[in-house]
């Protein structure tokens, strides 16, 4: 039942950073998505989730490891099994103002993907953009029209169309709506829900926004300078935290209840993150943990499977757990 | 207690080439010392022009303040203040910090001195005293190693620490009210506890009035007094914070407080968003700005534009719901017991 669409193995992206250091954007990241779920991946800025987004996509190459997309090694695909793989993953852009060419028509950029993966007539090109238009709730009067006439949820609706319109597989939506407004983004998570109802499709959804993640996502990955920290199910993720830096990322949403809101304990967090660049040694969180002991400073923790289908890279969840 | 700010009908309009955009029509509100305020809605709805009204920071001829707004800062009115009399009003007694730390701080000069600016400009210090003064601002904020810090220049520093120091910036001077332009939409979550912790804080110490523009309920909801929801450059409702969250009688209020995913709600199961778009504000609106987008809109609703009615002390709602010969329909919390 459950089939593994995309699996990465050890996924490690590296960018030199000047002065012969190295930025490890993406270090040592292991997952697996099945058909049809939906992975969310949160995280601060800059703790490598697009990047880890783009990778899997293969818009970076990846500087070690591997990306394995329905059985088969992505570095190893070329001419037709290249093109094939560059039709089933397709991308939604973080930024609908632009990521849309502003000189092309709304039918020009939801049409340009279909020119190179199938071979339609100008017609039956026509006919496809308009039902592509109405799937993401957009007239055909569209079409003609170009970006910059739309408001910011529209145009996310067509970068949305965009990718749907070579038929992808998979669909890595690299925060899809944090540009928009409160009432926007609902419409927008809906859309996407729909959507992969419909045509059985699999999202992997980077946000930093928690409760949005939480309510679109099967299963989350939390991130830490380039790292995984922790993976489990949404629900059990959103109810019994085992990395403390979950903990205190999920205790930082505000929530819409001003009474629960003063009677909530906060895991406060100090300082920021640190720099990719020289990150701590051992664990990258212990600089900020208030577990931290000496064995986390000469080890680093690995990714393990603590409890079924519950994963988390911590020394102390353990004793973390208690407190 | 005596009113700090005292806003009376204050309307906005820009001039463009379509015509005359009608932003800001008809915001009444008032500002205890130490207390804070929040402006909620969607973009859009004049919240920020509201707010840079206040300052009188928008720029003639563009943008117009109509004849018959009354901004009053304990008692003096601002719209008739001359150029140095508003010099003196801005960064003295108000301040602002902005969105978008990245931009709103200069770039080619280092944080101490866009805090010694305004110092050596308002308070006549000299530049020695200006230094010390915009160190222990600097300390104030919560900036690690002020004497080092100030010497920096705003690239060097992470988002947060841009924020800290715009929040420098606008307290450098001690103002009385400082109006924060969705101060923490930019930010990380984790960030975003500590600013909003750190202007509490701020609050408390240095009793200084906090007008917050946002849209996120979230942020409003453990540290806003009050609370005005605006729409179509108008307040539907205003109220305590407790009011709004859970008496909250406009269907507009129901619409921004049911658009949050709820922490325990279904995974995957449809979320609840308002459909439509806000009105056109170059046309006239002589009805109830959301009778378009509204579940309970009636015919009277389309015709006249409701008033104000005072629900207690603190709480006004303009909705003709409130009307007595309006049907009774279930509030937005009488349906989440229900559901519950």
Known sequence: MSEKILEV????????????????????VSFYINRGETLGLVGESGCGKTTCGRTVSHLYTPTSGTVIFDGKDVSTLKGKDLLSFKKDVQMIFQDPYSSLDPRMTIAEIVGEGMDVHFKYSTEEKNQKVTELLARVGLTEDYA???????????????????????????????????????????????????????????????????????????????????????????????????HPYTRALLSAIPTADPEAERSRKRVALEGEVPSPINPPSGCKFRNRCIHATELCAKEAPVLTEVEPGRFTACHHWREAMDV | MDKILEVKDLRVSFNTYAGEVKAVRGVSFELSPGETLAFVGESGCGKTVTAKALMRLLQPPFAVIKEGSSVRFEGTEVMDMDKKALRA????????????????????????????????????????????????????????????????????????????????????????????????????????????????????????AIILVTHDLGVVANFADRIQVMYAGQVVERGTAHEIFYESRHPYTWALLNSVPKLGSEIKQELYSLGGTPPDLLLPLECCPFAARCEYCMPICREKNPAEEKLSATHGCACWLLHPNAPKVKTFQERLAEQK
């Open chain 1, 144 to 242: 003609n029209r170009f970006a910059h006439e739309l408001s910011g949820g529209q145009r996310q609706r067509i970068g949305i169309a965009r990718a749907l319109a070579v038929e992808p597989r998979f669909i890595v939506c690299d925060e899809p709506i944090s540009a928009l407004d409160v009432s926007i983004q609902a419409q927008i998570v809906n859309l996407l829900i729909k959507l992969q109802k419909e045509s059985d499709l699999t999202y992997l959804f980077i946000s930093h926004d928690l409760s949005m993640v939480r309510h679109i996502s099967d299963r989350v990955g939390v991130m830490y300078l380039g790292s995984l920290v922790e993976l489990a199910s949404s629900e059990e993720i959103f109810s019994r935290q085992l």
């Open chain 2, 89 to 208: 009003y801005r960064g003295n007694d108000v301040s602002m910090i902005f969105q978008d730390p990245m931009t709103s701080l200069n770039p080619t000069m280092t944080c101490g001195k866009q805090i010694m600016e305004s110092l050596i400009l308002h308070k006549g210090l000299t530049k020695e005293q200006a230094r010390e003064e915009a160190i222990e601002t600097l300390r104030l904020v919560k900036i690690p190693d002020p004497e080092k810090r100030v010497d920096e220049y705003p690239h060097q520093m992470s988002g947060g620490m841009r924020q800290r120091v715009m929040i420098a910036i606008a307290l450098s001077c001690q103002p009385k009210v400082l109006i924060a332009d969705e101060p923490t939409t930019a930010l990380d979550v984790t960030i975003q506890a500590q600013i909003i912790d750190l202007l509490r804080e701020l609050r408390d110490k240095l009793n200084v």
């Open chain 1, 9 to 28: 193995k050890n996924l490690c992206k590296y960018f030199p950073a000047g002065k012969k250091q190295t930025l490890k954007a993406v270090d040592n």
